[in-house]
């Protein structure tokens, strides 16, 4: 019952600052994406997700993806996020489930729920800044131009928690082992001309032993596109995205994570392009996965989206 308490409040929280904020904050606005991601290890993986709404929006999203480290199995996971936001600050909830998979040996099965908030500062508080396009949306976020902070500087600070319950049995026995993870993070941006720079940096902490448990299905890390497998401890991730070029904003990042249970910490390099076109948007990019005492990974996505606004 306390975690629901938790969720309702946090719901209430980003109701109440839509109704309390001005009306005109944002246009409405309706942006659907797609993104088709392939790699080593025969991974496919597809996220796709509609932002909708104006200063208070919705953005239901759906992903999944299957590897051969993953049993062949199709994990598919559901989530909504509700935010409001405005030229100063922003705050958002979101929840969703990844429901029972069974594999040869085990089932798994997860749901997460979390809130995050934004502030914004220097001379481009007038409008949405991008920082929170980029960790709401992706790459594809990197397309919107117009909602980067203007003039020479502008510094956004986020922080968030996001928390999951998961659980994974054994078909062939009796072990069932339920675990709980929540994600601690902290984010900074800074835009200069029409480049901005950020820097992510979370926390796991988990409740329940997690010593000898099979490594999670289903892990999300900020700055890698790929789903990874184990129990983060600590990851940081740095992204440079670059809007000196028409049209195009080429972007690189890299994501360091250490991990639980004695696994080797882990390096995540990407390379990629978002292209403007207005209504359209189109973004592309390599990730190359590394992890001490493991296989390197390589990996490509491609991905649109489409800008529809009144």
Known sequence: MKKFSILAASAAAVLAAAALAPASARAFFIQ?????????HGYEGTDASVDVGGAFH??????????????????????????????????????????GVSGQTSSFKQNFYGVDGTLSFGPGTGKVSRLRQYQAQGAAGLTNMSSA??????????????????????????????????????SAGAAFLDNILTLDITKSVYNGSIAGSAADQAQIIQGVNAVVQGFPD????LKLAMGLLPLVTPYISYTH????????????????????????NVHAFYERYTQVGGQNQNFVGIGAGLNFGL
Request: no cysteine; proline share 3%.
């Open 149 to 186: 902070p203007e003039g020479l500087a502008g510094v956004d600070l986020g922080a968030g928690i996001m928390h999951y319950d998961e659980t994974n049995a054994n078909l062939h026995g009796t072990g069932l082992s339920r675990i709980g993870q929540t994600n601690l993070r902290g």
């Open 257 to 280: 994570t250490t991990f639980k249970n004695g696994a080797g910490a882990s390096g995540a390099y990407v390379v990629g392009g978002a292209v403007n076109l207005l209504m359209l």
């Open 234 to 237: 600590t990851s940081v991730s």
């Open 58 to 99: 919705l953005m239901p999203a759906f992903s999944e993806y299957h590897s051969d480290l993953s049993g062949g199995q199709t994990y598919k996971t559901y989530s909504m996020r509700a935010a409001y936001d405005t030229g100063l600050w922003g705050v958002g909830l979101t929840g969703g489930a990844t429901p």
């Open 32 to 40: 659907p994406s797609l993104t088709q991601l392939s790699g080593s």
